[in-house]
Nanobody, 125 residues
Framework: QVQLVESGGGLVQAGGALRLSCAAS????????MGWFRQAPGKEREFVAT????????YYADSVKGRFAISRENATNMIYLQMNSLKPEDTAVYYC??????????????????WGQGTQVTVSS
């Protein structure tokens, strides 16, 4: 059974930082792209960040560029999202995603086959 489990979410004040982790099991993602999406109340699910199979290439949504950083550890089947300078508008459920076919850093939802259950990030003002 393929499973992606996010952790590290919580409540933080504006300007603070959080580091999200995603542990994958049931299938290795070491040769495929992974990423993060988020969904805020009343909004559609949106792309946040992605990383290619080797970790050599990343791509970010304009709204988080310069503040967030995605990374991966293929030896442990883990990806991370370091979130700095958090804003109230970053409040959302954050989802870890993995692809079964795409190797480049793709922001397209359709390129991802596996989704975690999500972890809540709340940024207070």
């Amino acid at each position: 059974q393929v499973q992606l489990v996010e952790s590290g979410g919580g409540l933080v004040q504006a300007g603070g930082a959080l580091r999200l982790s995603c542990a994958a099991s049931g299938r290795t993602f070491s040769t495929y792209s992974m990423g993060w999406f988020r969904q805020a109340p009343g909004k559609e699910r949106e792309f946040v960040a992605t990383i290619n199979w080797s970790g050599s290439s990343t791509y970010y949504a304009d709204s988080v560029k310069g503040r967030f950083a995605i990374s991966r550890e293929n030896a442990t089947n883990m990806i991370y999202l370091q979130m700095n300078s958090l804003k109230p508008e970053d409040t959302a459920v954050y989802y870890c995603v993995g692809s079964s076919g795409v190797r480049y850093a793709s922001p397209r939802r359709s390129d991802y086959d596996y989704w975690g259950q999500g972890t809540q990030v709340t940024v207070s003002s």
